[in-house]
Structures are given as structure tokens and as C-alpha cells.
């Protein structure tokens, strides 16, 4: 698993589990029985998680005592597990539910279902984004792709205006035939920044709610950039 501590990228990937509602895992220290809850609200200006209360009832009272919790959840292929202490229990018209703050770091696991094929950085193909909300266009270039998503390559670094949990438009051409275009929604799912001058910068994404003919054109790219490289291959 790979470990979080940058509170925005944290902040994402919390208010994505919030907005899907997300079943999650709780365990209390001290307990072996498995809770569920979810998260009813979450702020980055305020710091703090707002928690549904606990189900079965018995860790109502239990978490009370404890405090501390380890909470696990899903969302679109990435595990996410974090541990949080409660502030506060507060009761809502007899419906618990408890606040913490925003959990200093969160560990996450991403599942590939798909195999990506690399893109050559000889013959780069660019990558259009835009984030809908401010309008702001954002140009890279494809390092790999697959079924499910694609990875971005940015030649100075990724701008600071994307984080991981976001969704953005992304336009690009295929690697085989720079005439045929694609149009859809992805999701952010990975960021590495330049640590030093020298690094490359990528995003890793996750495509979203492809519709049939668009899956069958991600296949086809992804089917002739295999054969390219068999070919290559061969010949050395």
C-alpha cells in the first residue's frame, strides 16, 4: 500500500467515498467485532470527518470509550484504510454520529484490471485535459494505455491545480492513426510530482463511464499498439 500524508490528496479521496456513499469498515481497538459506517461530510477549510453512527448498535457505546478506530473502504478499485480518533459523539434527533479530524495519513492500494501498453516517447501523442469547473487546459503527453485508463506524462511537472479524486475531459488521438480522436471523462486516480529536476512527473487515470463504441476504440488502439510492439521486437 501506498502511504498519503498531503491532506488535499487525502481530502479527494475522502469526499469521493462521501459522495458515493461508500459502505466502510470500522474496527474499535479492543474489539474484534466489524462495524459499518459512512461518511456523512468532510472539510478541508475545517479540518475535520463527520462519521454515521455505528451499526450494529453495540459500538455505538464501545466507540464512545475507545475513541480510536481504524476505518477501511472502496471506491472504483482503490482500497483505502485510515485511522482516526473521535472528538466528538453528537446525536442528531436520536441518530448518533461522530466527528474527527481529517486523518494526518491514509494508506490506499489501486488494483489494475488491465495491462497498459507503453507509448513511445519518440512518437508522442498529446493529451488534452480540462477541468470543467475553472475551464483551465492542460496539455500532456501519453505514456501508456489500456483498457480501463491511460498514463500522462508531463515534460515540466503536473500543475498544481490537479489532485488526485478529480475528473477531468480528456481528449487524444490514437498512437496508430493521429485522425481518430476520442472524447471522454477520466478520473484521477495517481500524481507524482517532480521531486527533483531531473524526475519525470505523471498521472495515472481511470476512465469513466465509457459508452460501447468508445470501449471498442480504447480496444483497437490498445490492440495496435500491441502488435507495434511485437513487431519491434521481432526485428531487433
Do not use: W
Not at 498519503?4 to 470500522?26: C, H, P, Y
Not at 459506517?37 to 468532510?42: E, G, K, R
Not at 476504440?217 to 513487431?231: D, E
Request: proline share 5%; hydrophobic share 40%; charged share 30%.
Amino acid at each position: 500500500m501506498e502511504t498519503l500524508t498531503d491532506q488535499i490528496r487525502i481530502f479527494s479521496l475522502l469526499n469521493r467515498l462521501k459522495k458515493e456513499r461508500a459502505l466502510l469498515g470500522v474496527s474499535l481497538k479492543g474489539d474484534k467485532q466489524a462495524y459499518n459506517s459512512a461518511i456523512l461530510d468532510v472539510s478541508l477549510d475545517e479540518n475535520y470527518l463527520t462519521l454515521d453512527e455505528l451499526k450494529p448498535a453495540s459500538g455505538h457505546i464501545l466507540i464512545s470509550k475507545t475513541r480510536r478506530c481504524r476505518i477501511k473502504g472502496q471506491t472504483q478499485g482503490v482500497h483505502l484504510e485510515f485511522d482516526v480518533e473521535i472528538d466528538k459523539v453528537n446525536d442528531d434527533g436520536g441518530i448518533a454520529y461522530y466527528v474527527s479530524r481529517l486523518p494526518p495519513a491514509l494508506h490506499y492500494l489501486q488494483r489494475r484490471a488491465s495491462v497498459r501498453v507503453a507509448v513511445s516517447a519518440a512518437h508522442p501523442v498529446p493529451v488534452t485535459l480540462t477541468i470543467e469547473e475553472t475551464a483551465s487546459v492542460i496539455k500532456g503527453e501519453m505514456k501508456d494505455l489500456s483498457a480501463g485508463g491511460l498514463g500522462i506524462r508531463f515534460p515540466q511537472d503536473v500543475p498544481d491545480q490537479v489532485e488526485v479524486g478529480q475528473t477531468l475531459e480528456c481528449v487524444f488521438a490514437s498512437p496508430v492513426d493521429r485522425n481518430e480522436e476520442l472524447i471522454c471523462d477520466i478520473d484521477v486516480r495517481l500524481v507524482k510530482r517532480k521531486a527533483e529536476p531531473h524526475e519525470p512527473a505523471f498521472m495515472g487515470c481511470e476512465f469513466l463511464k465509457l459508452v460501447p463504441p468508445q470501449q471498442r476504440q480504447i480496444s483497437r488502439m490498445v490492440m495496435a499498439l500491441q502488435r507495434m510492439a511485437q513487431k519491434k521486437r521481432s526485428d531487433t
